[in-house]
Nanobody, 127 residues
Framework: QVEVVEYGGDSVQAGGSLRLSCTAS????????MGWYRQRPGEEREGVAC???????YYRDTVKGRFTISKDTAKNRLTLQMDSLKPDDTAMYYC?????????????????????WGQGTQVSVSS
């Protein structure tokens, strides 16, 4: 059974930075694509960034150039470096494993009944 745990959320001012981390245990030897998603109150969950098994990374347009996703494969640890944060980035951020990861992945609302999800970590950006 794959278990995902994320941490690192905090409250920051606009223009600041945060680093989210996620660890996945029980991952099969073949590996799983992993990604970060977020959800604002009253809105659907949306894709933020993901990394495929070959290391390819994909971002939603609004975070390109500000967020960087990376993975330590040996430790199954996923990181999201978030710079130049904006109030609009305020949301609950979730790490997930085993979902699709492709250039337009962020256009589709992720299914939370698929893959493996963490419990979420809150990011709040004040103006």
């Amino acid at each position: 059974q794959v278990e995902v745990v994320e941490y690192g959320g905090d409250s920051v001012q606009a223009g600041g930075s945060l680093r989210l981390s996620c660890t996945a245990s029980g991952v099969p030897p073949s590996g799983l694509a992993m990604g970060w998603y977020r959800q604002r109150p009253g809105e659907e969950r949306e894709g933020v960034a993901c990394i495929w098994l070959d290391g390819s990374t994909y971002y939603r347009d609004t975070v390109k150039g500000r967020f960087t996703i990376s993975k330590d494969t040996a430790k199954n640890r996923l990181t999201l470096q978030m710079d130049s944060l904006k109030p609009d980035d305020t949301a609950m951020y979730y790490c997930a494993a085993g979902l699709g990861c492709y250039p337009s992945f962020y256009r589709n609302t992720p299914r939370t009944d698929r893959g493996y999800w963490g419990q979420g970590t809150q990011v709040s950006v004040s103006s």
